[in-house]
């Protein structure tokens, strides 16, 4: 199993302990290994690309939060391409980015945010959430718009 | 600096929001807010309450991922009012016991 699947299911395992009293450690942990499990999936593809298997974990670390969130934003505030045959993928993408985004922010908040007060049913909509995302990225993976992405959440392209 | 729509015109997102009402099967209660996420970009913060029924485990997916597109379709917050949406989705068991001020 992958370590972005591991982290998947460890958001869900995490969701669904004291399912009567749910603790607010469990869920903050829940929504942040969600986060993570997209995110690592693309680094780690992203990874994939670099000719040297050795350094590719310190390839992958060589993305910073802060610049794939820009980069996801722009995807998802771009129009859709006016060829009907790209329109899926292209919304898959926009899916993957919205959710790379949305689960950025929720993971900060459940980091960092101690007022905030989370449920059971908020945190395992976002593990589904991550799931879908991660399924749409499974279907557009190796597409030139996907391979894109993958180096624009490097940095921004002159 | 140039204001996003959503935050120069609240008046404006009220209305539409109100507007979108009648909301899909399962919704008990919408409530919004409009502020910075923490990356600094605007954002509008959707807590919907959902009846238990509609949270259950086995059907939630289905309801959240149906009431989220609704909002998206009609609302289009990125595009028309240039705010990012976050969608936070509660039973309404849950917000029983919380008694969360922001979600009543």
Redesign the interface.
């Given at each position: 199993m992958a370590y972005n699947d591991d982290l998947l299911e460890h958001a869900r395992f995490l969701a669904q302990l004291n399912p009567t009293a749910p603790k607010q450690v469990d869920l903050r942990r829940s929504v942040s290994a969600a986060y993570y499990s997209l995110s690592h999936l693309l680094t780690t593809d992203a990874a994939q690309n670099w000719k040297n298997a050795n350094q590719r974990y310190r390839f992958a670390r060589l993305f910073e939060h802060?610049q794939m969130?820009s980069c996801a934003?722009r995807i998802?505030?771009r129009p859709l391409p006016s060829d009907p045959a790209q329109v899926s993928p292209a919304n898959d993408l926009v899916f993957v980015a919205k959710t790379f985004?949305?689960l950025?922010?929720?993971r900060?908040?459940a980091d960092?945010d101690g007022t905030k007060?989370w449920?059971?049913?908020?945190a395992?909509?976002l593990i589904?959430i991550a799931e879908?995302a991660i399924a749409a990225w499974s279907r557009i993976r190796t597409r030139e718009l996907a391979q894109d992405f993958l180096l624009d959440l490097l940095g921004s392209r002159q | 600096m140039i204001l996003p729509r959503g935050m120069a015109q609240p008046a404006e997102l009220e209305k539409e929001i109100a507007a979108l009402a009648p909301y899909p099967p399962g919704v008990i209660k919408v409530r919004y807010a409009v502020e910075d996420d923490w990356s600094g970009d605007p954002a509008i913060y959707f807590r919907i309450t959902l009846s238990d029924e509609a949270a259950r485990r086995e059907v939630r997916r289905q309801h959240t991922r149906r009431i989220t597109d609704y909002i998206e379709e009609r609302l289009d917050p990125i595009r028309r009012w240039d705010l990012f949406p976050y969608f936070n989705f509660r039973s309404e068991s849950e917000q029983a016991e919380l008694q969360d001020k922001l979600w009543n």
């Open positions: 802060s969130r934003s998802v505030s985004c949305k950025q922010g929720e900060h908040t960092y007060v449920t059971q049913s908020e395992a909509d589904d879908d | -």
